[in-house]
């Protein structure tokens, strides 16, 4: 849930120096508050104030922001249009697409005088016959409604059609009342159902632990399992721990486990897991590992399973792949001893001396003519 908090606040007020006391403006949009609270003790200087995006289901505590000039509340919960006579400064109003049906309630904006801007569209109320016409008669300070300007010649026949028109409204109001508590009623009721059917479960070979439906698939083409877990929707995702191990899958849910084994060895790192964002069930992929096991079935061998056998296949066929020898018909290599041997043994090869000139004989030397000369 949450909540509008001073560090909330203040955290949205950069461009004021994180002062919130005379913020003028302050946008709070996306934030899931529930609640409309504490603003018009904090921040009674506000002049513009954006709410759209969130959970609000009341208008309240904005009675004493007497400059409030702009108020957004688009995209909430909101089905009445209240608590806003004090807002004396308020020109523009947008309430688009929340689930307002009473439309007789826009009569409390009469007091709001400086009020020229309203948007009224995607809510039930913009629905029903005579919409403009009703708006634009009641609240005659108004100049434009949903983003269309109001002609005096509209408005001139709005007030003549008024009786008739809020006749109309009113019998509108009254069958959208009964139709929204058969809704409420009914949405009630399967929200009591899913809380029924959370421990409710189907038995699976391997399951362990807390019971809950589930469905598990092998998706071949992307090579990954699928286990698709039915939590219960509105449940906190930070009560949900999950654990995925090569050979089986644990999910916490509440504290209490839900574990099964998997067809497959997967690979833990790849994994993801995610909630489903249109049945809010837990949905886990888990991408599968090359070479993977076939199950737990009994092998001829008592006390071995299939997994065992894989593992010791595989980790046989590793140990090969690391002793894997050279065949030496294929590939030769040099005799280290040998080239030392044949080193060691090679005769010197002589090498031819440079021929010696005249010049440079020795004076003693003499030449005798029966001894060949050097090559």
């Known amino acids: 849930m949450g909540r509008i908090t001073e560090d909330l606040i203040r955290r949205n007020a950069e461009h004021n120096d994180c002062v919130i006391f005379s913020l003028e403006e302050l946008s709070l949009h996306q934030q899931e508050i529930e609640r409309l609270e504490h603003i018009d003790k904090w921040c009674r200087d506000l002049k513009i104030l954006y709410l759209q995006n969130n959970l609000i289901g009341k208008i309240e505590n904005v009675s004493k922001l007497k400059r409030l000039e702009y108020l957004n509340l688009a995209l909430n919960n909101i089905e009445k249009i209240e608590n806003l006579e004090g807002c004396e400064g308020l020109t523009k109003l947008d309430l688009t697409v929340n689930f307002i049906g009473e439309l007789s309630s826009i009569k409390t904006l009469q007091h709001n005088i400086h009020l020229k801007e309203l948007f009224l569209m995607g809510n039930p109320c913009a629905d029903f016959d005579g919409y403009r016409q009703f708006v634009v008669a009641t609240l005659q300070q108004l100049k434009w409604l949903d983003g269309k300007e109001i002609e005096r010649s509209e408005r001139i026949q709005a007030l003549q059609n008024f009786p008739v028109i809020e006749q109309q409204i009113g019998e509108q109001e009254r069958a959208y009342c009964l ?28 399951f362990e632990g807390w019971r809950l439906d589930f469905s598990l698939k092998d998706d071949e083409k992307r090579n990954q399992i699928i286990l698709d877990l039915a939590v219960y929707r509105y449940m906190d995702t930070s009560l949900i721990d999950v654990d995925v191990q090569p050979t089986y899958v644990r999910v916490m849910v509440k504290g209490k486990p839900f574990q099964l084994v998997l067809p497959a060895e997967v690979k833990p790192d790849g994994s993801s897991a995610k909630r489903s964002q249109t049945t809010g069930h837990l949905v886990i992929c888990m991408p599968k590992v090359d070479g993977v096991i076939t199950g737990w079935r009994q092998t001829s061998k008592p006390g071995e399973s299939t997994l065992d056998s894989s593992r010791e296949h595989t980790n046989q066929r590793s140990k090969q792949i690391e002793k894997l020898e050279v065949d030496p018909s294929k590939h030769s290599f040099p005799d280290v001893a040998n080239i030392v041997q044949e080193k060691k043994h090679r005769p010197r090869r002589v090498q031819s001396e440079p021929k010696i000139t005249a010049s440079e004989e020795d004076p003693d030397f003499e030449d005798n003519p029966e001894v060949p000369p050097l090559i």
């Open 179 to 206: 139709r929204r508590a058969k809704d409420k009623e009914e949405a009630q009721r399967n929200l009591q159902e899913e809380e029924g059917n959370e421990a409710k479960g189907r038995s699976y070979p391997g």
